[in-house]
């Protein structure tokens, strides 16, 4: 019967599987250390935390697997004075993993219930520079400003025009662009002199980005 907790060996599978997969970055995986995964997910999965699989989570959504929040992350190129923003809270995972590499990290949420939660357990391990906001990805408010790094946790069909005009010079997003049924692929863009510069990485699956606070949970 599987454990309701992780053992020790399942933590360092999860480490090994990362690098293994080509995560090099030691800041990135000392991050992925020092997160415990099982606080994020529900009491049900936590066995399961450190498999390298997504695990659902309440209204809906799910918490991404492991290697794809660090690949996220690693292609962000964070550094430690960067201001950082989130679109999809989600469990609050990832945002924990962006704060240990980070000045500043905003996320915004769609899902009171989520928001919530997160905001619960980013405040129990001590995430002070993470500020979980109830909103709507497609529509930031102006007072948000801009930011060094973008990441976006919900597939959009496309990336608005507006969210990368938040992005600072030579700033980094990455987002998982394509409809819900079909391919995905996470897409990283940076912002030069000249413009904006994209790159296709890697096929994903991620649910839907939706616009709008959600009316109910």
Do not use: W
């Amino acid at each position: 019967m599987q454990s309701s907790q992780p053992t020790p060996h399942d933590k360092m599978m999860f480490q090994l599987n990362l690098r293994q997969r080509g995560i090099s970055d030691q800041a990135v995986l000392k991050a992925m250390g020092d997160v415990p995964r099982e606080l994020f997910v529900t009491s049900l999965d936590r066995g399961y935390a450190y498999r390298d699989t997504p695990l659902g989570i309440a209204c809906g959504q799910t918490i991404s697997q492991p290697f794809v929040v660090a690949y996220m992350t690693e292609q962000l190129d964070l550094e430690p004075g960067h201001r950082v923003l989130e679109i999809g809270t989600g469990s609050g995972y990832q945002a924990a993993i962006l704060s240990k590499l980070s000045r500043e990290v905003v996320t915004l949420e769609r899902f009171r219930t989520l928001a919530d939660r997160a905001r619960l357990v980013l405040k129990e391990l001590q995430c002070t520079n993470v500020d979980v906001i109830l909103g709507d990805g497609f529509d930031l408010p102006e007072t948000l400003g801009t930011f060094d790094r973008i990441m976006v946790t919900a597939a959009m069909e496309e990336i608005p025009e507006a969210l990368l005009g938040r992005l600072e010079p030579n700033g980094i997003l990455i987002a998982p662009v394509g409809p819900m049924n079909d391919r995905q692929f996470l897409i990283r863009v940076i912002r030069t002199a000249d413009g904006f510069e994209r790159q296709e990485l890697v096929a994903v699956r991620f649910v839907p980005a939706l616009q709008g606070i959600a009316r109910e949970l």
